[in-house]
């Protein structure tokens, strides 16, 4: 980067005050954005949807391989995520930032610059946050409203035995993506090359995608509605498959059987895998990060999903004693359990 | 503590479930707390207020002598602070957590009871959150929704010239509580003692509650309701009463000129600046973390403020031309800057 700032320069007001100017406020909803106490929202007769996720850095992100554009565009996403996986559609956001002395004026701009691409692409506003020095790295701390119709709202306890379990997109390939960055920074920092990190990612540019610049699945939602199908129960799938059927199965009172051959896995991933020997079905199963969006659905919308473009019927619902389970491709039933990822885990 | 749980036993979810059963929903506003994507609010016909704070282990507390639970306390009353500084009223929090390895579940669980007494004095629903494990220190992220008539709401920029000037309380004891605390931390190390941290705080009580355990001025709101007054402009004072007061003399493109001898400050402020051999009025102007309210009203409401308890005017606001100006007891006028708390100064 050609200019170098330090943030100590602006200070804390002149440095929100440079923030913020790009975002115009889109939203009917949004009153009064950055610049008060609080921000103002009206929802009139809607129900308003919050969501908040905090990403740090050495936990959730490595600045080695994550350039900060990216990971601000993920940092949003990952909330309009939660905010669709409720049937809704996100319309505020709130960052707030602590940020190390290492960091510049003109990287925090970057960071900010990938947010303000994530709110133009979804129409969503900035409204306000907060913005601090921190003793060690970055942290990123946002908080998104969203609004939705009453009876539009979609939960994760209202999964009924035999309906159809649904999944978008493919899964897997932002945990491939997560393995490929870490091994390319090993060599890199192995062979001693003071040369910046640029291996070549050609043919799987995919997986990285899937890892560096998720999307949420806003598509598949409206779809759904085009399509006249209410989910019975929907989350979106950022800790892993495994986890997140856990989660509904537990908060609906249900069991419910997935088919192995049914998981939808895309071919790089599938060849990065085998590159790592690793099993295919639990980095689908474990990996995370894949905001796409899983939802169950009455017996009676088999027709209409057979017809969606980019949704696949994984499995079915079952009363609670039958409990969770994989039934592989020899037809046994493997018990499913939460690999998903745990920050806490040593 | 008795019992010592390191985190990793429970896991992300386990803590979640363990931290958040003992918040009741007590607010007909939340629909849904804890345990889906996204909560699930409800403002009716009412505006929906949103505020968040970051708070970083080693720039915003010292664990050294911050009790984590009137750490949690102040976490959340700050957010409600900022509602209240609206003319709005706290509704729903949620709470995210980055926890270093040296927190036990127990250190948390201390900090949740800050939490959840602050939500039961106000009246507040914790609705949400993320929880995670950090590389280094505790990092506590609160956003706090609140509610107002549109009619309510006080912005910072409504200030008009012949505006009385009028804060609550007293300014300057919480951070002359805090140069108390940081003191005898040091003498504490420098003797190389062993023991628990346990100087004598006897007489000092108050500076020190103003810096552990601070109070949002919902008290100061309802009165002003109460009385029929509706200030024309308003903030808390977080920052310090110079940077706040530059915050409404931008926004609202206005002057004003506040009397040094005006300023409220209580006897063992006074006391704790004279025994630092510290300059009263700057600590006062400056210190921040007061979170009592700044307000502007018309001179008409001259008399109703008089009759208020703890209720202080302090100057007026004039024509922009004129500047900021706190004037000395000789009669001097000195231009007010924002010399308030930055986290970014070296």
Redesign the interface.
């Known amino acids: 980067m050609q200019n170098s700032t330090e ?2 320069q ?4 002149g ?1 929100i005050d440079r923030l913020t100017k790009d975002f115009p406020l889109k939203n009917e909803s949004t ?2 954005g950055v ?11 809607k ?8 990403l ?5 992100f490595d600045l080695r391989y994550v350039p900060l554009k990216h990971l601000g565009y993920k940092a949003a996403i990952v909330n309009f ?3 669709y ?2 049937n ?1 559609t996100p319309k ?1 956001i ?1 960052v ?4 190390s002395s290492r960091f510049t004026v003109e990287h925090i701009d970057e960071l900010y610059a990938g947010i303000r691409l994530a709110c133009e692409m979804y129409g969503v506003d900035l ?11 970055l ?1 990123i ?1 946002i ?4 609004e939705a119709k ?1 009876e539009d ?1 979609v ?2 306890d209202g999964a009924k035995p035999t309906d159809l379990i649904c999944v978008s997109g493919d899964l897997g390939a932002a945990y491939m993506g997560l393995q490929l960055l870490e091994r390319e920074n090993q060599v890199a920092a192995q062979s001693g090359s003071k040369e910046p990190f640029q291996p070549d990612f050609a043919g799987k540019e995919y997986i990285l995608e899937r890892q560096l610049k998720p999307e949420a699945r806003r598509d598949v939602v409206e779809q759904l509605r085009k399509e006249g199908i209410r989910p019975t129960s929907m ?2 799938v950022s800790d892993g498959l495994s986890s997140e059927l856990l989660h509904i199965c537990k ?1 609906s009172g249900v069991g419910c059987r997935i088919y192995e051959d049914r998981i939808p896995i895309d071919y790089q991933t599938a060849v990065m895998a085998e590159e790592f020997n690793m099993n295919l079905v639990t980095a689908a199963m474990n990996g995370g990060e894949d905001y796409e969006l899983l939802f169950t659905v009455p017996l009676t919308d088999n027709e209409k999903i057979e017809k969606m473009q980019g949704v696949r019927m994984i499995g079915y619902i079952t009363k609670p004693e039958l409990g969770a389970a994989l039934v592989t491709r020899d037809g046994a039933e493997m018990q499913i359990r ?1 690999q998903g990822w ?5």
Chains 1, 2 share one sequence.
């Open positions: 943030i100590s602006l200070g804390e007001f440095l009153h009064k610049g008060d106490d609080a921000a103002v929202l009206s929802f009139g007769d129900e308003a949807l919050v969501t908040t996720d905090l740090l850095e050495g936990i959730h995520s939660d905010i996986a409720m809704g505020q709130t707030s930032l602590g940020i409204v306000g946050g907060d913005t601090s020095a921190s003793v060690t790295g942290v701390s908080t998104c409203l969203g009453k709202i939960y994760r989350m979106d908060a939460a745990n920050a806490f885990e040593k």
